[in-house]
Structure formats: C-alpha cells, structure tokens
C-alpha cells in the first residue's frame, strides 16, 4: 500500500509551442521544467500537468480536463479572439461556479471555472449571530 498517491495529468499535444499558448500564456499555469518534447506545468495548488508532444486524438467522451482561474470572461474572451474554440460560454452553474467549455489547440474539451460572485459572497459572509 502506498502513503501517498500524487495527481500528474498528461496532455498529449500535437505541438507544444501553442499547447504552451494556451496552457501557461492564457490560462496561468507556471512552468517547472522542460525537455525535448516535454513540458511540466503547475497549477496554483501543486497539480502537475504534463504536455507531451506526440500524435494527439481528441475525444469529447473522454476526460476533460478542468481548471479554475480568477477571470473566466477575461480567459475565454481571449481565447475566442485568438480565433480559439468556444463550446460552452461563460454560465452561472447550479453548484455555485460559472463555467466555460472551451477546445485547447489540439481539441481537447477543457473546463475553465470560477466562483461564482454569489458563492464568494456567501462563502465571506458573517456568520450568524
């Protein structure tokens, strides 16, 4: 049995350089390192994800992966003025987030999030009294 079991995401992307665009330009990540056909991002929280360049084959009934970030409007307006593919625009979800869908360079779906102003306002309010 292990102590510990780490999250690592792995991308496959048909080139990196606008894999890159969009993951650490547009979206946020930080880049810890990379290699040949290799690149390791980070989101906020330590999650690794791992670009790797190869044949890529994106499939809507597969995962997808989601990523929250502190201005969805201003992400997705980007990306849809960079000519980039928006499934799902910006809505307010019932669980308390807005979200987006949008297509990454090679495809794939990606979830981009972020609280909703309703639940950071409950989330910060006093409690009762």
């Keep these: 049995m292990h102590d510990r079991v780490d999250l690592r995401l792995v991308v496959s992307v048909t080139a990196l350089d606008p894999a890159l665009a969009f993951y650490e330009g547009l979206v946020g990540l930080r880049r810890t390192a990379s290699a040949d056909e290799l690149a390791w991002l980070a989101t906020a929280d330590g999650v690794e994800i791992m670009l790797h ?13 989601g990523l929250a970030v502190p201005d969805l409007d201003g992400v997705v ?6 000519g980039g593919v928006v499934v799902d625009p910006p809505e307010e979800r019932p669980w308390g ?6 297509r990454d360079p ?5 979830c981009l999030s972020q609280a909703s102003a309703a639940a950071v306002a409950s989330s910060t309010a006093a409690p009762p009294t």
Aim: hydrophobic residues 50%; proline residues 7%; negative net charge.
């Design 53 to 65: 360049e190869r044949p890529a084959t994106p499939s809507d009934t597969a995962v997808a992966l």
């Design 77 to 82: 307006g980007a990306w849809a003025a960079r």
């Design 97 to 102: 987030e807005r979200m987006a869908v949008v």
């Design 106 to 110: 090679d495809g794939h779906l990606v």
